[in-house]
């Protein structure tokens, strides 16, 4: 584990954890931390034997949001107020952007930028007790990192605005059934539950894992002819690699592949 104090970044053969660690203020966000979660990003993408990120808090808590004290002495009521805004939509569109598939695990508090956070990752696996929403308008304030145009996309948006104009929080059975995540677990069922998820993604092909996210995550932002054409050319993409070729092989000869990443 390397320790960059306000981000942990664990290499797990595989698997890259990325921990919050800035307890004493339950994981708030600082300036500091989304330039380091950036670079994370960044070296977990380039990393060829790193198949999925999986993101999550010290001590049993998520993200609390941006750290208001900072944001009091820094930003509220200053020219460069924008600034947190755009440094954080930066960051969380990197996390959403990534080749790599992330992971976020849901324990304790996960608001304002926290569930900014949360709804960037590919998939989302939350204790019981979590407690999960945007809670931004009890603050007036408004989230700058994408809940209003991720969110609608991911639960529509009559769900939407009862998240966002009520500030609600969300167990993490009620997030699971309000389609916002994809699985919950009794907090001492956890991990577990983590970890067989994410056995569902590392046996994959890495370079199909890639072309798959890719041309998904663009399918409620292109007219239907167009993605008939991104299809065409993934389609083309698959049948023409290296691991589409050991795919096919492997299946009738009744044996695991052996993926190669091209």
């Given amino acids: 584990m390397v320790d960059t104090d306000h981000v942990l970044l664990e290499k797990d ?20 931390l989304l330039h380091r979660l950036d670079e994370i990003i ?10 999925v990120l999986v993101l999550r808090g010290v001590q049993n808590q998520f993200c609390s949001g941006f750290d208001l004290d900072e944001l009091l002495s820094d930003f509220i009521g200053t020219t460069t107020a924008m600034d947190v805004a755009v440094l954080s939509a930066q960051v969380c569109d990197r996390l959403y952007s990534m080749n790599t598939p992330s992971v976020a695990v849901l324990e304790g508090y996960v608001t304002a930028g926290g569930f900014e956070l949360m709804i960037s990752c590919d998939f989302a696996i939350a204790s019981d007790d979590a407690k999960i929403g945007d809670f931004h308008i009890r603050r007036a304030l408004f989230g700058g990192a994408g809940p209003i145009y991720r969110l609608p996309r991911m639960i529509g948006l009559r769900k939407t ?12 059975q009620e997030a699971k059934d309000f389609d916002l995540i994809n699985d919950s677990a009794p907090a001492d069922q956890l991990d577990q539950r983590v970890e067989d998820f994410i056995g569902t993604l590392t046996d994959k092909s890495p370079f199909m894992m890639k072309l798959t996210k890719m041309a998904i995550n663009q399918g409620l932002d292109a007219d239907v002819k167009s993605l008939m054409i991104m299809e065409h050319l993934a389609v083309g993409n698959a049948l023409q690699s290296e691991d589409g070729k050991e795919g096919v092989q492997a299946f009738l000869q009744k044996r695991e592949p052996k993926w190669v990443g091209r």
Avoid at 13 to 28: D, F, I, Q, S, Y
């Fill in 42 to 51: 960044k070296e977990v993408d380039a990393d060829p034997d790193l198949k």
């Fill in 13 to 32: 053969g595989e698997v890259a954890r990325v921990w919050l660690n800035r307890p004493h203020k339950k994981n708030a966000v600082t300036v500091e």
């Fill in 161 to 172: 605005k009862e998240l966002m104009l009520t500030g609600k929080l969300l167990s993490g």
